[in-house]
């Protein structure tokens, strides 16, 4: 069980906006640290889609949005389109923990 | 560019040693601190590791403390994770990704493609 917890799936129609929670507790993003996500298109590694919580590195288009608002966070993704249909994943820092680097489980996103 | 390229991954049986490297190019490696994060397959990414910039911090996911050790060689641009009494439950993909902080605990912004261990007799 993630200390971090995203819905294991969501959907949309191509052109469609679609949003991924990501909820934590007080000992993460709670206590004001950040969320950062990371896209996984299949069988490849990981990529850095925002950082930060709303930060977008470069390349990354602006169809892609984050959010963060006390315990949780959101990913939102408008016009959507085929290749966005991948994994994506938050990541955050945790007081509670010993090793403190923590992910959600991971969201696939289907485009219908 | 950065570049991170892993390697070692192999099949290893239940009670087995095995030791990943990350080689690392494109930047400035002994500025940033250095995770492995790894994958089972199907499942979701867990974060096993983290070593500081100068390797004088190293940080364990509780699944691995005591077992797995995290290395790196600033002179040869190098990362490692030795890996001992390996379990079934190791078995994943092992990435090597790059922080942003030179003593870590920020967003990864480098991952390398990655590398397969099995643990299986």
């Known amino acids: 069980q993630s200390v971090l917890t995203q819905p294991p799936s969501v959907s949309g129609a191509p052109g469609q906006r679609v949003t991924i929670s990501c909820t934590g507790s007080?000992?993460?993003?709670?206590?004001?640290?950040?969320i950062h996500w990371y896209q996984q298109l299949p069988g490849t590694a990981p990529k850095l889609l925002i950082f930060g919580n709303k930060n977008r590195p470069a390349g990354v288009p602006g169809r892609f949005s984050g959010s963060k608002s006390g315990t949780s966070a959101s990913l939102a993704i408008t016009g959507l389109q085929a290749e966005d249909e991948a994994y994506y994943y938050c990541?955050?820092?945790?007081?509670?923990?010993?090793?403190?680097?923590?992910f959600g489980g991971g969201t696939k996103l289907t485009v219908l | 560019e950065v570049h991170l390229v892993e390697s070692g991954g192999v099949v290893v049986q239940p009670g087995g040693s095995l030791r990943l490297s990350c080689a690392a190019s494109g930047f400035i490696f002994d500025d940033y601190a250095m995770n492995w994060v790894r994958q089972a397959p199907g499942k979701a990414l867990e974060w096993v590791s983290l070593?500081?910039?100068?390797?004088?911090?190293?940080y364990y996911a509780d699944s691995v403390k005591g077992r797995f050790t995290i290395s790196r060689d600033n002179n040869k641009n190098s990362l490692f994770l030795d890996m001992n009494s390996l379990r079934p439950e190791d078995t994943a993909f092992y990435y090597c990704a790059k922080d942003t902080a030179s003593s870590g605990f920020n967003w990864f912004d480098s991952w390398g493609q990655g590398t397969l261990v099995t643990v299986s007799s």
């Open positions: 990541q955050s820092y945790d007081i509670s923990l010993s090793a403190h680097v923590v």
């Open positions: 070593i500081n910039w100068d390797g004088g911090a190293t």
């Open positions: 007080s000992s993460n993003i709670g206590a004001g640290y950040d």
